[in-house]
C-alpha cells in the first residue's frame, strides 16, 4: 500500500538537523585543529572578522552504506565450464591498477585525493573558541533575568527520528489497535463466510439448517459453525472445538466445494448477495492483516521541548588604565583582551551586563566605544577604578543577587601613597565579587620587572585563591588571549599559560 505523508508544513531542512550542522559535528575536531591554527598564526584582530575555508581528507567524508558484502581475495571453488585449472590450483592476481577501466590512470587518483572544503563562518569561529567556556561560580539564581533555554522531554509526538521512538508507547498501541481490529474483523469475516454458506447451502442442500449467529455467545456461534460445516467439510467434528481460524478456514472450503459441486445457477437474488459479499471479504481480510502491522497512527516519539531554567543575573566589569604611562602597544595588548572578552560574554549570554571604567587620576563609567577608541590621557591613580566600581555595585548591582565579576588591566604603574588605598579598596570589593581578574601590560621591546602593584595582587591572590586571578607580563595580544584561555578554561581545567598552542 502506497503511503503519502505532506511534509509541506515542516522545515525546509532535514528536520533533524541540517546537513551543514551534522557535517560540522561529524568533523569537529578537524574543525577545531584548523581554527587553533588560525589563531595561533593570525592577528588578535582577525580572529572572528571572516570565516575559515576548512580542508577536511576525502577519506574521511565516505558515508557508510548498506551494500552486498564484498567478495573474498581467493575462492575455494570450481565453477562450472572450467576447463583451466582444478581443485587446489592457485591464480595469479593482476597487480592494482592495472585491470581495465580508470583505476590505473594516474590522473584519477589524483583526482580522488582530492580534498573536500567547508567553510566555518566568523560566528562558528568565535562559537568553537568560546565553546566548553563560562563564568565560574555562577550561583546567584534569578529566574527571570538572563534568557537560559533547555532541552527537557516534554511529551510524544507522531513525527521524528527513528532512534526517538518510544517502542513501549508504539507497541502498546499497535496491540491494543490489534486487540480490537482482530476480534472485530474475525467476527465480520465469520458474518460474512457464513451467509455465504447459507446462500450456497439453501440451494445444494436445503434440508440442511441454516447458519444462525443472532444472539449468540461466542462459543455458541463457534459450535453452530461446526455443526453446519461438519456436513461439508470433511475435517470438521461437530461435537469437537474448534479456534476462529479453523472455523474461517472450515467455511472457506466449504463455500468453495459447494460452489465446485453445484453448478446450477442460483435466483438472481441471491447470486447478487453472493457477489457483493464476496467483493466484501476481500476487503475484510485487508483489515485483518494490518491489525498485525505497524501503521502510521501507531508510531510514537520521543521530543524535547525548549524551557526556560532558573538562570543567573551578571555582570562584568571592564577596568583599564588609560594614564601616559600605558603606550599604545600597552594599550592594544589590554584592548584585545577586553575585546575578547566582550564578544565572549555577548557570545554565552544574553542579557550578561559589561560596565566599562577607564581611570587615570579618576575613574569614570563610559560606553563601548569610548572604552575601546578614547584618546584621553593623564596621570595614575589606580585606586579610584575599584572605587568607582564599588560605587557602580552599590547604586545598580546587588550582591544577593547579581553574580559580579571584574577584569583590571594596567601597567603597573601607581603612586606609592594610593597602593595602601587600594588594597584597603580591593579588600573591600572581593567579597562581593565570584571573581577579580588582573592583567599586568607590557611593551613588548622594553625589559621591565614586576611592578608593586604585582606584588600587592598576588599576596591577595594567595589570601582570596578563588576570587583572585593574576596574569603578569602580557606584551602582545597572542598573550592577551592566551590569558582569556587561562582565566576561562575549557570546563573548568586549567590551561597553561605559555602554552600558544594550546587546545581550544
Request: aromatic share 8%; with cysteine; hydrophobic share 35%.
Amino acid at each position: 500500500m502506497t503511503v503519502i505523508r505532506d511534509r509541506r508544513q515542516e522545515a525546509p531542512n532535514d528536520k533533524y538537523g541540517t546537513d551543514k550542522e551534522r557535517f560540522r559535528l561529524r568533523y569537529k575536531a578537524q574543525i577545531k585543529k584548523a581554527i587553533q591554527n588560525h589563531v595561533s598564526e593570525s592577528s588578535i584582530q582577525d580572529i572572528g572578522t571572516k570565516g575559515i575555508s576548512i580542508p577536511i581528507p576525502k577519506e574521511m567524508t565516505h558515508e557508510p552504506i548498506f551494500h552486498h558484502a564484498g567478495a573474498p581475495d581467493s575462492f575455494r571453488k570450481v565453477f562450472p565450464g572450467n576447463v583451466s585449472f582444478d581443485v587446489g590450483d592457485r591464480i595469479n592476481k593482476p597487480p592494482s591498477g592495472s585491470g581495465k577501466g580508470d583505476k590505473g590512470d594516474p590522473s584519477a587518483d589524483a583526482e580522488d585525493s582530492e580534498d573536500s572544503f567547508i567553510w566555518v563562518s566568523e560566528e562558528e569561529v568565535l562559537d568553537l573558541l568560546f565553546e566548553g567556556r563560562s563564568l565560574p561560580d555562577m550561583t546567584k539564581l534569578a529566574a527571570d533575568h538572563v534568557k537560559i533555554m533547555t532541552s527537557e522531554p516534554s511529551g510524544h509526538t507522531n513525527k521524528g527520528p527513528s532512534h526517538r521512538m518510544d517502542m513501549a508507547i508504539t507497541n502498546k498501541k499497535r496491540k491494543e489497535e490489534s486487540l480490537v481490529l482482530s476480534k472485530t474483523s474475525e467476527r465480520r469475516i465469520l458474518a460474512n463466510l457464513s451467509e455465504q454458506f447459507n446462500i450456497l447451502a439453501s440451494h445444494a442442500m436445503p434440508d440442511l439448517d441454516a447458519i444462525d449467529l443472532d444472539g449468540k455467545t461466542k462459543s455458541e456461534r463457534f459450535q453452530e459453525i461446526a455443526r453446519a460445516t461438519s456436513f461439508v467439510a470433511k475435517d470438521i467434528d461437530a461435537q469437537q472445538t474448534y479456534k476462529a481460524q479453523q472455523l474461517c478456514d472450515a467455511l472457506m472450503q466449504s463455500v468453495t466445494t459447494l460452489k465446485t459441486n453445484h453448478t446450477s445457477p442460483l435466483p438472481e437474488s441471491s447470486a447478487k448477495r453472493l457477489q457483493i459479499l464476496e467483493n466484501r471479504l476481500a476487503d475484510q481480510f485487508k483489515i485483518q492483516q494490518r491489525s498485525n502491522s505497524y501503521q502510521d497512527q501507531h508510531l510514537t516519539y520521543e521530543y524535547d521541548d525548549d524551557v526556560p531554567v532558573p538562570s543567573a543575573k551578571a555582570v562584568m566589569f571592564c577596568l583599564m588604565d588609560i594614564s601616559g604611562s600605558m603606550g599604545q602597544e600597552e594599550k592594544n595588548t589590554a584592548k584585545s583582551f577586553f575585546w575578547l572578552m566582550n564578544k565572549f560574554l555577548k557570545a554565552r549570554y544574553d542579557e550578561v551586563d559589561i560596565v566599562y571604567i577607564s581611570h587615570t587620576t579618576t575613574a569614570k563609567e563610559v560606553d563601548e566605544e569610548t572604552f575601546f577608541h578614547s584618546k584621553e590621557t593623564g596621570g595614575t591613580i589606580v585606586s579610584t577604578c575599584i572605587e568607582e566600581t564599588l560605587s557602580v555595585i552599590k547604586e545598580r548591582y546587588s550582591p544577593a543577587e547579581w553574580n559580579i565579576y571584574s577584569a583590571q588591566a594596567s601597567d603597573g604603574d601607581n603612586v606609592q601613597q594610593d597602593n595602601p588605598v587600594l588594597i584597603e579598596k580591593l579588600e573591600d570589593l572581593l567579597p562581593l565579587v565570584q571573581a577579580h581578574y588582573y592583567l599586568e601590560v607590557h611593551p613588548a621591546s622594553v625589559l621591565t620587572g614586576p611592578s608593586d602593584i604585582l606584588g600587592l595582587y598576588e599576596d591577595l591572590q594567595k589570601k582570596y585563591p578563588d576570587k583572585m586571578k593574576v596574569q603578569e607580563d602580557l606584551r602582545s595580544p597572542e598573550d592577551a588571549l592566551e590569558a582569556f584561555k587561562k582565566f576561562f578554561p575549557v570546563n573548568g581545567t586549567q590551561e597553561p599559560v605559555s602554552a600558544l598552542n594550546a587546545y581550544l
